[in-house]
T-cell receptor
Framework: EAEVAQSPRYKITEKSQAVAFWCDPISGHATLYWYRQILGQGPELLVQ????????DSQLPKDRFSAERLKGVDSTLKIQPAELGDSAMYLC??????????????FGQGTRLTVV | GENVEQHPSTLSVQEGDSAVIKCTYS??????FPWYKQELGKGPQLIIDIRSNVGEKKDQRIAVTLNKTAKHFSLHITETQPEDSAVYFCAASPGNQFYFGTGTSLTVIP
């Protein structure tokens, strides 16, 4: 069964350091999402790609976060510098098409980030 | 933007009983409503979804109902089993992105 792959599963970093997360969506999925999930809350969208283009990054803290999907396949989310408040689960999801019309989105296992 | 509210935040049921989780949404343009199950330390898993042209959908022990007029939808789990214990999230999509509820922690007591 096709899955969304994420790495690493866990990451501990010191504040002010740089950290990067990688996501490989399900093959053929044009839409890729990065979500942040704080413990006890639902996922919140950080950035959404359609192929290699960003379609929504309104909730991405652009002073420290960046995301890219250069070839429209896998994607990297970077934080520099990391802050204590960035500790959370970072989830990647993908869907065959954009959400319009109701397209299922499938999540990866996530990267648990702890900033110390 | 869309606002999704989910209740209850925690739910405990005896094995074999039914569990119901309710969500409301604010944007009448929302037309797709997925439900996800998240086990500890894992990513959310899509378990069932419903589109706005359907009032009810069932898949074995899981069912979802949608009332577009009242802007609410519900997840029903019958004959609950210990492996149903997890956090459940509802979501709504008006077509641009997915908006999630705050989650319901379900515990099924053997």
């Amino acid at each position: 069964e096709a899955e969304v792959a994420q790495s690493p599963r866990y990451k501990i970093t010191e504040k002010s350091q740089a950290v990067a997360f990688w996501c490989d969506p399900i093959s053929g999925h044009a839409t890729l999402y990065w979500y942040r999930q704080i413990l006890g809350q639902g996922p919140e969208l950080l950035v959404q790609f359609q192929d290699e283009s960003v379609v929504d990054d309104s909730q991405l803290p652009k002073d420290r976060f960046s995301a890219e999907r250069l070839k429209g396949v896998d994607s990297t989310l970077k934080i520099q510098p990391a802050e204590l408040g960035d500790s959370a689960m970072y989830l990647c999801a993908s869907s065959l098409k954009p959400p319009a019309g109701g397209t299922e989105a499938f999540f990866g296992q996530g990267t648990r980030l702890t900033v110390v | 933007g869309e606002n999704v509210e989910q209740h209850p935040s925690t739910l405990s049921v005896q094995e074999g009983d039914s569990a119901v989780i309710k969500c409301t949404y604010s944007d009448s343009a929302s037309n797709y409503f997925p439900w996800y199950k998240q086990e500890l330390g894992k990513g959310p898993q899509l378990i069932i979804d419903i589109r706005s042209n359907v009032g009810e959908k069932k898949d074995q022990r899981i069912a979802v109902t949608l009332n577009k007029t009242a802007k609410h939808f519900s997840l029903h789990i019958t004959e609950t089993q210990p492996e149903d214990s997890a956090v459940y999230f509802c979501a709504a999509s008006p077509g641009n992105q997915f908006y999630f509820g705050t989650g319901t922690s379900l515990t099924v007591i053997p």
